[in-house]
């Protein structure tokens, strides 16, 4: 493959996202807009494909005078963005169309939608490409900005007050993060001199272990809480179930099932430059300690939960906290089971949201004592909610059980690090055993209630065939398909990127 | 000019952080919205000058270019939009408060002790001009933290925001003579399109809940 197409590849990548939302803002009537939604989505996918191979050739690429790198990391990532990205243009289709049928809003108002979700697009794919840290900072505020008023879109009073939470959070969140930026420039500046490139990713990593461990160590305690506010670990967590609730489904969607992933990459990608610097011992011990404590508040607020989509908001963090204590723990093992866990559950939970807004749609409730019924009621949707409720409980044979596992055998192998607890403490597996099967139980209780049972009086019964059940009924299947087996470039995808992790 | 002693340059610099931190407090202690406005206005401008007078001791040309952004970004443009928004509000002061003015005073003292703590094992990596410039930056952003928690009102969280922003462009000039240009302008950018978004809602939350006191934002319970 030529070094042209990388490059077209990667600049149609950032400007697919880009020029749509432009457009969105341009061209009027729904369908149009969904043309542009798709055409761009596409585009994207696309050029993640050609990348991917290119990664897989050479190992990285990178363009743009270095303003660009992209490796297997990066790659898992990109895949995670463009696979929920499509499923989430498809689902907006149906969704949003309804939404101006019913006159919920202005069909004016889908430009703007659609301006947002390509702006949030953007800045997913630009944290995720990006060589600088600095620049990707700027791309996951950037998200936050995109991201606020989406949540807010129905202009109800929740979410409102949902929306402005989340800004809040996040920006203070994330201007913790910065300071972080700033020392990580502090150390390089003085081991590179005073260069523009003093923040890329490609020369931090070269290095790394010249850099001044106290430094480092300062920086990623303020990186790893900034963008833990993202990831929505648990002292940081509380804007997410009012943000995943009061959202429209596909933006829910794309929050839980992207936008948490990116933010987990920002972290990891500081990790493995803080890890040759500091220790892997120290970093890791702090993503595996806060993603087990994350791990096992969700799970017992998982228990008391009424309302379906908080539910799965706190079901997201339980997933992110055990996928921290993946990649806290670290080796081949570890950090394979987080990707896959990353992964697994961004399939999952998208899913779980779209079949929520089906539900949303047709009960006109968020409660799930009121939602009975779903098999006679919605059969597609039930068979969705059944197939991503079993999933995201971690059931065997779904494919969530396995990453489950593999993280639980890294963490009962090696331990915690051990610059945190004494070597050979099993208390942490057993913790997260117990956690786990609390977690199954709430999670597979509320389900099980919803789908089964005699629906409520005066429900419209039957599911009519729609554009929006094409991603339900794709996820859902490749949900299925991931228990019988795992494709091999996804295995070769995310053992390059657990190489990359676990290089020392 | 010979007076200009590396000693001297430093305590200039040190000067005009330290009045960077002191307008802090002034915001802290004040209950009136416009005047803590006004204030943040002024914490910017000191900001720039403090920028600018970096740029001119090390000869960094990029640093000019920043200062000048501060100076439109966060001395004119938001503390505009700002006074637009309290014009439209209708309570112009924290009536209530979580933690009382004195109590808050005496927080932001400890908090500016913390930071020192905090950076003084690697503030003798420093360049020599700006050395303390760092330890002040982290308490400003410390201190902008904590008055985003202890007041109410949507308008004063939003300039404890700006605030925290501030004072890590205060770090990013005293730790390395600013960041990589693209990354400053960037960050700029971020910042005001985040004043402006707050802007909008806070004109939301007061058509909707009829207040920007945030407290009655408690729909939503677990």
């Not at chain 2, 005047?35 to 910017?44: E, G």
Request: proline share 3%; net charge neutral.
């Amino acid at each position: 493959m030529t070094g042209q197409t990388v490059m077209l590849a990667v600049s149609l990548l950032l400007l697919a996202p880009l020029v749509a939302g432009c457009l969105s803002l341009l061209v009027s009537g729904s369908r149009w807009l969904h043309v542009t939604n798709l055409i761009s989505i596409g585009t994207l996918v696309g050029a993640e494909m050609v990348i991917a191979r290119a990664v897989f050739a050479q190992g990285s690429v990178t363009a743009f005078a270095d303003l660009v790198y992209i490796d297997a990391l990066s790659s898992v990532i990109l895949f995670i963005i463009g696979t929920v990205g499509l499923a989430c243009s498809l689902y907006i289709r149906s969704y949003m169309d309804e939404q101006v049928a019913r006159g919920v809003i202005a069909p004016k108002r889908l430009n703007l939608f659609f301006f947002l979700f390509h702006m949030f697009l953007f800045a997913m794919v630009l944290a995720t490409v990006a060589n600088s840290l600095g620049v990707q900072w700027v791309a996951i505020e950037a998200t936050t900005l995109a991201t606020t008023f989406l949540i807010a879109f129905w202009r109800r009073r929740e979410s409102l007050e949902a929306g402005w939470k989340y800004l809040i959070l996040c920006s203070v969140g994330i201007s913790l993060a910065l300071f972080g930026v700033v020392l990580m420039y502090y150390s390089s500046l003085r081991v590179l001199g005073d260069v523009s490139a003093a923040l890329n990713i490609t020369q931090l990593q070269q290095v790394a272990a010249q850099l001044d461990p106290h430094i480092v160590k300062l920086a990623f305690i303020f990186l790893f809480v900034g963008y833990g506010t993202k990831v929505g670990l648990v002292p940081m967590h509380s804007w997410l179930p009012d943000a995943y609730t009061e959202a429209p489904a596909p933006v829910a969607a794309m929050l839980a099932g992207v936008l948490e992933t990116v933010a987990v990459y920002a972290i990891l990608r500081c990790r493995g430059i803080a890890d040759q610097a500091v220790s892997p011992e120290f970093t890791g011990g702090l993503l595996a300690l806060f993603g087990l404590i994350s791990f096992t508040l969700a799970a017992f607020f998982i228990l008391v939960q009424h309302n379906y989509k908080r539910l799965f908001a706190y079901s997201s963090i339980e997933h992110m906290g055990l996928a921290m204590v993946g990649f806290g723990v670290g080796g081949t093992i570890g950090n394979f089971g987080g990707f896959f866990h990353l992964v697994n559950h961004a399939f999952a939970k998208s899913l779980a949201f779209f079949a929520a807004g089906n539900i949303h749609r047709r009960f006109k409730t968020v409660e799930i004592d009121e939602v009975r019924g779903l098999t006679t009621v919605l059969p597609w949707t039930a068979m969705a909610l059944l197939i991503s409720g079993l999933a995201l409980a971690a059931l065997p044979p779904f494919a969530l059980f396995n990453s489950e596992l593999q993280i639980l055998t890294a963490l009962s192998s090696s331990g915690l690090p051990r610059e945190w607890t004494q070597p050979g403490t099993r208390f942490p597996v057993v913790l997260l055993l117990l956690c786990g099967v609390v977690a199954f139980a709430g999670l597979l209780y509320r389900i099980t209630g919803m789908v089964w049972g005699s629906a409520p009086k005066g429900i419209v019964h039957g599911e009519q065939w729609s554009v929006g059940h094409i991603p339900i009924v794709l996820l859902g299947s490749v949900l299925v398909g991931f228990c019988l087996a795992l494709p091999d470039f996804m295995r070769e995808l995310f053992e390059a990127a657990s190489a990359l992790l676990a290089r020392r | 000019m010979a007076w200009l002693t590396p000693h001297i340059a430093t305590q200039i610099v040190d000067f005009g952080s330290a009045m960077l931190l002191l307008t802090c407090f002034a915001i802290v202690a004040q209950r009136r919205l416009s005047a803590c406005v006004d204030l943040f206005a002024l914490q910017s401008l000191f900001l720039a000058m403090t920028a600018a007078l970096v740029a001119f001791f090390t000869d960094t040309r990029h640093i000019y270019i920043a200062a000048a952004l501060t100076v439109v970004v966060k001395v004119i443009v938001i503390p505009r939009v700002l006074k637009g928004v309290i014009e439209r509000l209708n309570v112009t002061r924290e009536l209530v408060m979580k933690v009382n003015v004195p109590a808050s005073l005496l927080i932001c003292g400890a908090l500016v002790m913390l930071a020192f703590f905090i950076t003084e094992p690697i503030i003798p990596f420093g360049h020599l001009l700006t050395r303390d410039s760092l330890a002040i930056a982290l308490a400003i952003v410390l201190i902008g933290f904590f008055t985003m928690i202890a007041r109410q009102k949507a308008v004063t969280q939003l300039i404890a925001f700006l605030m925290m922003e501030n004072g890590l462009f205060l770090g990013a000039t005293a730790a390395t003579y600013g960041m990589p240009l693209i990354v400053e302008l960037g960050v700029f950018f971020d910042v005001l399109v985040a004043a402006l978004i707050a802007g909008i809602y806070t004109n939301r939350l007061q058509d909707t809940f009829d207040s920007v006191d945030t407290t009655r934002l408690n729909e939503l319970k677990a």
